[in-house]
Each structure stands twice: as C-alpha cells, then as structure tokens.
T-cell receptor, first 111, second 116 residues
Framework: DQQVKQNSPSLSVQEGRISILNCDYT??????FLWYKKYPAEGPTFLIS?????DKNEDGRFTVFLNKSAKHLSLHIVPSQPGDSAVYFC??????????FGEGTQLTVNP | DADVTQTPRNRITKTGKRIMLECSQT?????MYWYRQDPGLGLRLIYY???????NKGEISDGYSVSRQAQAKFSLSLESAIPNQTALYFC???????????????FGPGTRLLVL
C-alpha cells in the first residue's frame, strides 16, 4: 500500500525553465509534507516543507504547493539550474507519527 | 565534520553472515531512524527510536534488529544476511517535533550493502 506516490520516475528540463515535481498521497491523516533532495553517494537532504494549514510555501527558487482536496503536492523550481539535478523525494506524516516517503523522481536539468 | 556518520560506507558479505551497520550523530537529537533505499521503492523505514529506551518497528523490520547504545549511537544488525537485503541503507536523526508541523530528519551518507 503505497501511501505516497511519485508517478514520474524521471523528469528532464532545460536550464532556466521551470521544473515541476508531483506527489500524490492517500492518507487523509497526513498533515505535514516535506521534499528531500538526494545527490549520488550522499544522504537525502531536507529542501522544503509545508503543513496542512497552508497551501503554499516558498523558499527562494523552491515553492511547494499543497492541494488537500486532491491529496496532491507539487514542488516548483524556477529557474532550474544544472546543480538541481538530483533525485527528489516527497514525504508525508500524520501528527506525532513517522514519515512515509515516495519512490523518488530523478530530475535532470540540461545546460 | 559530518553531523550524522555511518560505518562502513560499503560492505560486501555472503549469505548467512551476521553484519552490523553503525550510525553516530553529533546533533544531540533524541530520535534516530534506519531506512533502506531500493530502486523504484524510495526510502522504507526499518526501525526507529525516539530515545535510548525506545525501539519501534517500521514498515520492513523482518530480518533486522537494532540497538540504541546511547543517545548518539544506533546500530542496525542483519543476523543472517540474504541477497534481497542488498540495498542502500540510511541512518537519520531528528529532534522532537517543534509543535505545529513536524520535525526535519537529517540523513547520514548511506551504507551500500551487497549480499552475495
């Protein structure tokens, strides 16, 4: 039972354009959502988060959108840079419980 | 210096062998976690510990055991390794939830394990 799903295993974008990574979830008890970025041979690193009381959170080039009615989360990166090429994991958790991760999306930003 | 360290970084072992993966952290966090990553499956939780006297099973604990020797140390053991335990293993730490929202987890660099 995959409660957090990233349906696109990979995404390729041109430098300077927008990258949109998507994530769907099924558990209505999830109230905190995060995005992690992972480079090869390194552990995942925290990127940005959003709680269920918000529908948008922005940090520099990164914006996370939450659509609770659709149980959908997206990460926008604009403008995309070659250094953004990495695997991106979305994750979600109910209050007081543990994180559940999606499968990951490999983003490639071409110069 | 890295805040979350894992040893070894790479390990090759044979079926049936017992191995231990170790994790240490200098972040002063109470909570520690062990995950495995497999292609197409993302990160799956094996065990987690919210303090030294607390151990909890995650999604896929069968075939694994853990020991929380101190606040800073959390070890993962494979008592009798099998080939489908070949994976990338990550340790993570977090502080207590800050209230509204949730805590951020900080990951180690990973251990790549191959079971022949």
């Amino acid at each position: 039972d995959q409660q957090v799903k990233q349906n696109s295993p990979s995404l390729s974008v041109q430098e300077g354009r927008i990258s949109i990574l998507n994530c769907d979830y099924t558990n209505s008890m999830f109230d905190y959502f995060l995005w992690y970025k992972k480079y090869p041979a390194e552990g995942p690193t925290f990127l940005i988060s959003i709680s269920s009381i918000k529908d948008k959170n922005e940090d520099g080039r990164f914006t996370v959108f939450l659509n609770k009615s659709a149980k959908h989360l997206s990460l926008h990166i604009v403008p995309s840079q070659p250094g953004d090429s990495a695997v991106y994991f979305c994750a979600a958790k109910p209050s007081g419980s543990r994180l559940t991760f999606g499968e990951g999306t490999q983003l490639t930003v071409n110069p | 210096d890295a805040d979350v360290t894992q040893t070894p970084r790479n390990r090759i072992t044979k079926t049936g062998k017992r191995i231990m993966l170790e994790c240490s952290q200098t972040k002063g966090h109470d909570r520690m976690y062990w995950y495995r990553q497999d292609p197409g499956l993302g990160l799956r939780l094996i065990y987690y510990s919210f303090d030294v006297k607390d151990i909890n099973k995650g999604e896929i604990s069968d075939g694994y055991s853990v020991s929380r020797q101190a606040q800073a140390k959390f070890s993962l053991s494979l008592e009798s390794a099998i080939p489908n335990q070949t994976a990338l293993y990550f340790c993570a730490t977090s502080d207590k939830s800050p209230g509204l929202g949730g805590e951020t987890q900080y990951f180690g660099p990973g251990t790549r394990l191959l079971v022949l």
